[in-house]
């Protein structure tokens, strides 16, 4: 069993920055953020491949930018030139290929004001 801890989510004005982190309690294979807003569906933000892969939803090129250790077991979303329309509850996936398994974190609610 994996376990993710997500960490850094809060509220912030229009134009601003946060980052969120994610610590998964063992290494594996990929590791991303998706978020849900109220009403919507469960939509790709970023992941990475262990190597350094990464892609991106097209709303967030270019403001956001995942990043995460060799060992892949901890990966970042640094968040700048935050819109309201960013607030969702970001949530952390992490696929383990050894068991074929996918995981999520618990959520952090990211809240962006006007």
């Known amino acids: 069993q994996v376990q993710l801890v997500e960490s850094g989510g809060g509220l912030v004005q229009a134009g601003g920055s946060l980052r969120l982190s994610c610590i998964a309690s063992?290494?594996?294979?990929?590791m991303g953020w998706y978020r849900q807003a109220p009403g919507k569906q469960r939509e790709l933000v970023a992941g990475?491949?262990?190597?350094?892969?990464?892609t991106y939803a097209d709303s967030v090129k270019g403001r956001f930018t995942i990043s995460g250790d060799n060992a892949m077991n901890t990966v970042y979303l640094q968040m700048n030139s935050l819109k309201p329309e960013d607030t969702a509850v970001y949530l952390c996936?992490?696929?383990?290929?050894?068991?074929?398994?996918?995981?999520w974190g618990q959520g952090t609610q990211v809240t962006v004001s006007t």
């Open positions: 990475m491949i262990g190597g350094g892969r990464a």
């Open positions: 996936n992490a696929y383990s290929l050894p068991d074929a398994r996918e995981y």
């Open positions: 063992r290494s594996m294979h990929s």
